[in-house]
T-cell receptor, first 115, second 111 residues
Framework: GAGVSQSPSNKVTEKGKDVELRCDPISGHTALYWYRQSLGQGLEFLIY????????KSGLPSDRFSAERTGGSVSTLTIQRTQQEDSAVYLC?????????????FGEGSWLTVV | KNQVEQSPQSLIILEGKNCTLQ??????????LRWYKQDTGRGPVSLTIMTFSENTKSNGRYTATLDADTKQSSLHITASQLSDSASYIC??????????FGPGTRLSVLP
């Protein structure tokens, strides 16, 4: 596609439920990133994929969070047993490669509200 | 201590005026520095990318400067427009696998 596409754009879920967020990167981009942004806060790194492998998972806040990427394209971020503190915007980004200097392009985010 | 600090935290200016946003970083190693614009409710959009050997980079009315010796960068916005109202985020690229984001400066341009 023309840009990074994320779905759903908005999600309201009950505490304790599982949610799955999807990211469709720009075609041909091998590097994919997930970030979290709480209201009024800066971006928090979650995970980085190069192809289908995730060389850096250091940002995942707990074992309730997991992510996968298949076919070197679409990625899903899964949050199990959601908590209210999980409420945030989840931003996906992609770039042509994982090397330095490549522009990273962000999607519009998935707004998650846990009630 | 944050590895990327930005100032001011927020800024209000009148349309047509210029402004300068600051970024100080301690991230090392450092391959390049990026400035992003994030409109409310939208994803960040890249404005400039500078390597450590570049001193300045322009993108229309936006001009970024970098002093790698003092680890400081600035983003200068000329002849501001209402559409410039957004958060401006300084990002340090730690060789492509680790991007360290600053907290952003919230700019409001008033008519």
């Amino acid at each position: 596609g023309a840009g990074v596409s994320q779905s759903p754009s908005n999600k309201v879920t009950e505490k304790g439920k599982d949610v799955e967020l999807r990211c469709d990167p720009i075609s041909g981009h091998t590097a994919l990133y997930w970030y979290r942004q709480s209201l009024g806060q800066g971006l928090e790194f979650l995970i980085y994929f190069q192809g289908n492998s995730a060389p850096d998972k250091s940002g995942l806040p707990s074992d309730r969070f997991s992510a996968e990427r298949t076919g070197g394209s679409v990625s899903t971020l899964t949050i199990q047993r959601t908590q209210q503190e999980d409420s945030a915007v989840y931003l996906c980004a992609s770039s042509l490669g994982g090397g330095s200097g490549n522009t990273i392009y962000f999607g519009e985010g998935s707004w998650l509200t846990v009630v | 201590k944050n590895q990327v600090e930005q100032s001011p935290q927020s800024l209000i200016i009148l349309e047509g005026k210029n402004c300068t946003l600051q970024c100080n970083y301690t991230v090392s190693p450092f391959s390049n520095l990026r400035w992003y614009k994030q409109d409310t409710g939208r994803g960040p959009v890249s404005l400039t990318i500078m390597t450590f050997s570049e001193n300045t980079k322009s993108n229309g009315r936006y001009t970024a400067t970098l002093d790698a010796d003092t680890k400081q960068s600035s983003l200068h916005i000329t002849a501001s427009q209402l559409s410039d109202s957004a958060s401006y985020i300084c990002v340090i690229d730690n060789y492509g696998q680790n991007f360290v984001f600053g907290p952003g400066t919230r700019l409001s341009v008033l008519p």
